[in-house]
């Protein structure tokens, strides 16, 4: 599934097996993507949460 | 049985706990917590029998998990521990109370109290911050003057306890490796050592540290398996060093992350997470 990065408008490819909340990035400007919503073969993305203070294990 | 895997951020782990649930036959769902909703007190069947929280954020992460327990649910693992774990005082507490061996530790409430406090530790030290991971801000202090620029810099900070309280720690020789074991209840699930990258004391995978199976010994094991028990149990990322004294425990992660730790190992590491879970919930 193809979609264009809002970023730097570079067509951004997300795997077809890709789930809501999976994360693509743009190859081109590497601003990062979450998968929203996947419906007839259209992607839905919305920009990434930024990495937290209090993010990780 | 029903298992919701809580996420706010769907990383490999993520996915591979749900593939492995499936695989295991568990009713198996991915729940996006950004998306979540409650109102209090509400019960919540939609969720299932059990809850395996893997929220990257930690007070995410905590304050859904305090919720879904005030709901009735099982959540693995649960807020006492989830609290014990993301607080690295509440964590060395919990160590030494139960004698883990682990770095000595030092709480100061004030910048004066802080240099005080280095003068018994001796330098170098580690000043850590209270809540953090992936080596985020750990920091190698090698004499006074370090110590004294650190301190300005962190009242810098906008969070009251990072602005004014310091957790420092003594610095460990150790071989530029540490040791990461991922336990469930009881049992070692998987063993590594973490080694740092050229230029980088940190031993953190998010820092480039490479992960190599090996086999711990009994007094490891002992450690590890004491050191899971003393926080409270579930599912944890144990991190011990090992200088030559005898093994350290510094760190238990609530929330572990294991693709590191997978790359090197042959056990099917969410497999056994997940089957884990499931014995927990039949309980």
Not at chain 1, 9 to 25: K, Q
Not at chain 2, 10 to 27: S, T
Request: glycine share 6%.
């Amino acid at each position: 599934m193809n979609t264009s990065c809002t970023e730097c408008g570079a067509t951004l490819a997300v795997p077809n097996d890709a789930i809501a909340g999976e994360l693509v990035s743009c190859k081109d400007c590497s601003q990062e993507y979450e998968v929203a919503e996947i419906s007839n073969g259209n992607v839905l993305l919305k920009p990434a949460e930024q990495v937290g203070e209090d993010w990780g294990e | 049985m029903k298992v919701s895997i809580t996420f706010d951020r769907l990383r490999w782990e993520e996915k591979a706990l749900y593939e492995a649930a499936v695989a295991g036959g568990l009713e198996a769902t991915l729940v996006d917590s950004k998306g979540l909703i409650f109102e209090v007190p509400q019960k919540h069947p939609e969720l299932g029998d059990v809850v395996l929280q893997r929220c990257i954020s930690h007070y995410r992460s905590s304050t859904l998990t305090l919720m879904l327990e005030g709901a009735g649910l099982e959540v693995i693992n649960s807020y006492r521990v989830a609290e014990t774990c993301s607080n690295k005082l509440a964590t060395s507490i919990a160590l030494a109370n139960s004698r883990v061996p682990t770095p000595r530790t030092f709480l100061a409430l004030t910048s004066e109290a802080a240099e005080e406090a280095a003068e018994k530790l001796g330098y170098p030290l580690v000043l850590k911050p209270f809540t953090g991971s992936w080596g985020r801000m750990v920091t190698v202090v090698r004499d006074r003057s370090t110590l004294q620029s650190l301190i300005e810099y962190k009242e810098e900070l906008a969070n009251p306890q990072e602005q004014h309280m310091y957790y420092l720690q003594e610095y460990v020789n150790r071989p530029p490796r540490d040791i990461r074991a991922i336990v469930a209840g009881d049992h070692i699930v998987a063993c590594v050592h973490r080694i740092a990258p050229p230029g980088e004391w940190r031993t953190n995978v998010a820092r480039g540290a490479v992960s190599k199976a090996f086999k711990p010994d009994s007094e490891l094991k002992e450690v590890i398996l004491k050191a899971a028990d003393a926080v409270g149990g579930g599912i944890l990322g144990v991190d011990a060093m090992e200088p030559e004294s005898g093994y350290l425990v510094h760190e238990v992660n609530n929330t572990v992350e294991f693709k590191g730790a997978q790359s090197a190992v042959d056990a099917d590491i969410p497999a056994q997470l997940i089957r884990y879970v499931s014995e927990e919930a039949r309980r």
